[in-house]
């Protein structure tokens, strides 16, 4: 795993473990979030909103529900969405304002068809 994903792994365990309450240590890769760590629903709903706040991504809820089943894959969804946000944001960067008008005349020429 890369350091960024450890960092990634470390903010998720510290997040899931003070909102449920428990000892980060009880947080492994194989925890079942609810069957083990005692989540319910709402708490799921909780700790995507505090995981969107801490990373600046967005998580839809139905998305929450199937990819928070264990820490592991919580991680390996999270990186994933972190991944894709930096890309995006650096193509935003590389793309200068005359590009995204070309892009808009684009779309809109294409919906009219």
Do not use: W
Not at 89 to 99: A, H, M, T, V, Y
């Amino acid at each position: 795993m890369n350091p960024h994903g450890c960092e990634i792994r470390k903010k998720i365990i510290e997040i899931i473990s003070d909102h449920l309450g428990l000892d980060p240590k009880q947080c492994t890769p194989n925890s079942h979030i609810s069957n083990d760590l005692g989540a319910d629903s709402l708490d799921i709903v909780e700790i995507a909103m505090a995981l969107e706040e801490a990373f600046d991504i967005l998580i839809p809820d139905d998305e929450a529900y199937l990819c928070f089943k264990t820490i592991d894959q919580c991680v390996i969804y999270i990186e994933q969405l972190v991944q894709n946000h930096d890309v995006i944001e650096d193509l935003k960067k590389s793309i200068n304002d005359e590009e995204v008008k070309q892009i808009g005349q684009t779309k809109l020429i294409s919906h009219k068809k």
